[in-house]
């Protein structure tokens, strides 16, 4: 069992920052997948940005250039800092673990952003 809690969230003006942190206990941090979804009110969880276990990354097209996802392997915790935010980028947040067959989420932290 792998237990996920994010911090980081909260209000925050249009082109301001937030760092959401992520920190995992239990499982192999080491060698999962770790990942940053989010979700708007009637709207389906998407994939933000993820990093690999040797540190490669993926983001959605929307965030590239102002979102920077990294991880600290010695800390078991994965950051999300997000730059320039925009009023889209408004959503609930969720960590996601992902190691083979096993696949863990956090609680999510709430991201709003004002214009």
């Known amino acids: 069992q792998v237990h996920l809690v994010e911090s980081g969230g909260g209000l925050v003006q249009a082109g301001g920052s937030l760092r959401l942190a992520c920190a995992a206990s239990?499982?192999?941090?080491?060698?999962?997948?770790m990942g940053w979804y989010r979700q708007a009110p009637g709207k389906q969880r998407d994939l933000v940005a993820r990093?690999?276990?040797?540190?490669?990354?993926d983001y959605v097209d929307s965030v590239k250039g102002r979102f920077t996802i990294s991880r600290d392997n010695a800390k078991n915790t994965v950051y999300l800092q997000m730059n320039n935010l925009k009023p889209e980028d408004t959503a609930v947040y969720y960590c996601?673990?992902?190691?083979?067959?096993?696949?863990?989420w956090g609680q999510g932290t709430q991201v709003t952003v004002s214009s």
């Open positions: 239990g499982g192999t941090f080491t060698m999962a997948t």
């Open positions: 996601h673990y992902h190691l083979e067959l096993d696949d863990f």
């Open positions: 990093i690999a276990r040797g540190s490669g990354t």
